[in-house]
């Protein structure tokens, strides 16, 4: 789960068995650890399982709770990721689902206010992690996203599969503020308007 630590994920009231995250996403540091939560149901599913695994769970946590470490860590992340928990503690669970739920709040609203369209249809499925939002017919999307990137420094994230070059992406999960998203579709704003006076 991508968004976890930035959207409440209440493993045991969903009733989930198994999540996974990564370091890169709402934990704020460099991509190489991953989060893994097992339920005490999916511990003893593991145990009687005969299908052959390429990760270990009960290995790997017999190796966590042993030292020393039986490969070389990566210790710059552990740091970061040192940073990023007290980054955390001070704002609290509350005040980060609040910040999340307000900077995307924010973030539509201003996409809304260029006459840009959300990605999704109903508002009540839109991300409080990332806002994708539709490009205007006839922008040439991979010319606007570079000249973003390189002139001013805004990476704006593309679409995949068959939305590639038809919609772009926001990310805001993390240590993002609405100040951040302001100057991002601040040049947003003025790309297009630039491309409406040449068109």
């Not at 990476?155 to 993390?174: A, C, D, N, P, T």
Request: charged share 25%.
């Amino acid at each position: 789960m991508s968004s976890m630590s930035s959207i409440p994920c209440p493993v045991e009231r969903w009733d989930l068995d198994v999540v996974v995250s990564g370091s890169q996403k709402g934990w704020m540091v460099p991509p190489g650890l991953a989060f893994v939560y097992m339920s005490e149901r999916a511990w003893a599913a593991n145990a009687e399982a005969k299908c052959r695994a390429s990760t270990s769970m009960p290995r790997n946590a017999r190796i966590a709770r042993q030292a020393p470490e039986p490969w070389t860590p990566a210790m710059s992340i552990y740091y970061s990721m040192d940073k990023a928990f007290e980054l955390l503690r001070a704002e609290g669970l509350e005040g980060i689902f609040t910040r999340h739920e307000d900077v995307a709040a924010y973030t539509r609203e201003r996409v809304k206010s260029l006459g840009l369209k959300l990605v999704p249809v109903n508002e009540q499925f839109a991300s409080n992690t990332v806002t994708a939002v539709w490009w205007p017919e006839g922008i040439d999307a991979k010319a606007m996203s570079k000249r973003a990137r390189e002139e001013f420094g805004v990476v704006l994230g593309g679409g995949q599969g068959k939305l590639e070059g038809k919609i772009f992406r926001i990310g805001h999960l993390g240590w993002f503020q609405k100040s951040d998203i302001a100057e991002a579709l601040d040049v947003v704003e003025r790309l297009l308007t630039e491309a409406k006076a040449t068109a």
